[in-house]
């Protein structure tokens, strides 16, 4: 299995983790945008981030990570970082940035907002949290993200290469373990680094991490690295935008093109297909009038 995430409890410290390997789909999923290197690397740590973070979503959810830059910070080289995980572990991202983005961590993201929203697909209550970029990394960013808006002891390590991104997270449960169990645990994993953490599966790395303690390894779960656009969710789009707003592009242009931001996959419309869209749309909600 080449995307997975991999649950696992070191069962004598009542610590869980999870971890992550993605290593297909890379290339059809992001290669439609030239990414600088800096910030190719930073994408990967937030997609490798993801699905640890979304390791409990059930029930039709989908999740959100959002990097927001500062609208103060107008010259600030990155715009805009999104992910976006559902219950199945279906993953996407991407990044909005300025030419010649380059730069560590807080060069790229400080000053901005680093947002998590949990929104179930058939309504619900909606769940954010947003956070102040703090930190000299992404995976220190979490660990304060958790801290202030779950209360929960965490430790995380993101990898990313061009062909692999990876990521660790540990969890303390804290009706199972004590404070030692906990920084033994802690201490351990610090010692890990992003050249051993891509280098090493994830079996062999829990293995060599904790040789002295119990650790167990569940089913891993699949990863699926693609886009989740559709002709469907398009043709919503365009009919929350209404016909007054895409007048103009069909008497410019005849049709209406749409390119998605993630996989760069497009949409056409022709003027017709575009009235006969809004026609059916109208036709349905007088029949739900009548009903």
């Not at 990521?167 to 033994?184: A, F, I, K, T």
């Not at 201490?187 to 790395?205: I, K, S």
């Not at 293995?207 to 699949?222: G, S, T, Y």
């Not at 410019?252 to 996959?265: L, P």
Request: glycine content about 8%; aromatic content about 6%.
């Amino acid at each position: 299995m080449a995307n997975r995430l991999l649950p696992f409890l070191i069962e004598n410290r009542g610590v869980r983790g999870f971890a992550v390997e993605i290593t297909e789909g890379i290339p059809d999923l992001l290669g439609w945008r030239q990414y600088p290197p800096d910030v190719l690397r930073l994408l990967g740590h937030v997609l490798a981030a993801t699905p640890l973070l979304a390791a409990d979503l059930r029930n039709e959810t989908r999740l959100n990570l959002q990097f927001q830059g500062s609208a103060q910070a107008a010259a600030a080289p990155l715009k805009l970082l999104v992910s976006q995980i559902d219950q199945n572990l279906q993953l996407r991202g991407m990044a909005k940035f300025e030419p010649g983005a380059e730069g560590d961590f807080q060069a790229l993201m400080g000053g901005g907002t680093l947002a998590c929203l949990i929104e179930p697909r058939s309504g619900g209550e909606r769940y954010q949290a947003l956070v102040e970029v703090l930190g000299d990394s992404l995976s220190e960013a979490l660990e304060i993200y958790y801290a202030q808006s779950e209360q929960l002891r965490s430790l995380v390590r993101l990898g990313a290469a061009p062909d692999r991104f990876v990521g660790l997270m540990l969890q303390r449960l804290p009706e199972n373990s004590s404070d030692d169990d906990w920084v033994h645990v802690y201490h351990l994993a610090q010692t890990l680094h992003e050249p051993e953490l891509l280098a090493t599966e994830a079996e062999v790395l829990l293995r060599r991490l904790f040789a002295e303690d119990r650790v167990r390894v569940f089913e891993p779960r699949p990863i699926q690295l693609q886009c989740q656009c559709s002709h469907a969710q398009i043709s919503a789009m365009l009919l929350g935008l209404g016909e007054d707003e895409l007048k103009p592009l069909l008497v410019e242009r005849g049709r209406v093109d749409v390119t998605c931001e993630f996989c760069g996959k497009e949409y056409g419309y022709r003027e017709v297909e575009v009235r006969e869209l809004f026609a059916a749309a109208q036709a349905q909600a007088a029949e739900h009038r009548l009903q």
